[in-house]
């Protein structure tokens, strides 16, 4: 197993539940704006150790979900800010390129001191 990402929650914005009703999370580094911090899941960590893939595992509280899709500036983006939507989805497409789509399951609960990884298996 590959980790590409191993980063720790240090924060849940105030809107964090609301942007789990729509089936999404977003992540940013720790030295997000100010008033993007109220949606986000701020963590510690910004430093890919290999490119994120579609195969990938996104892992959240212990719990897996498959990477389907990942956007042309994901990489970039989380790579800079930390930051990447994170759509709940099932889909394997998305027009925002900042976008990483997994698998269509339930968002577990999320709270500060949790794991957030992404794995090659």
């Not at 960590?45 to 498959?66: A, I, P, T």
């Not at 994170?86 to 394997?92: E, K, M, R, T, V």
Request: net charge negative; hydrophobic share 40%; aromatic share 4%.
């Amino acid at each position: 197993m590959m980790t590409k990402l191993y980063s720790t929650i240090t924060e849940l914005g105030g809107e964090c539940d609301m942007m789990k009703e729509e089936n999404m999370l977003i992540l940013f580094h720790e030295d997000v704006p100010q008033e993007l911090k109220e949606i986000a899941v701020v963590h510690n960590n910004k430093n890919l150790q290999n490119k994120v893939e579609s195969g990938d595992y996104l892992v959240l509280n212990e719990e897996k979900f498959e990477i389907l899709f990942v956007g042309s500036k994901a990489n970039e983006t989380l790579e800079e800010m930390g930051h990447a939507t994170i759509q709940f989805n099932g889909q394997s497409t998305s027009d925002l390129p900042g976008t990483i789509c997994v698998e269509a399951k339930t968002i577990p609960a999320l709270e500060a001191a949790q794991e957030i990884k992404i794995i090659r298996e």
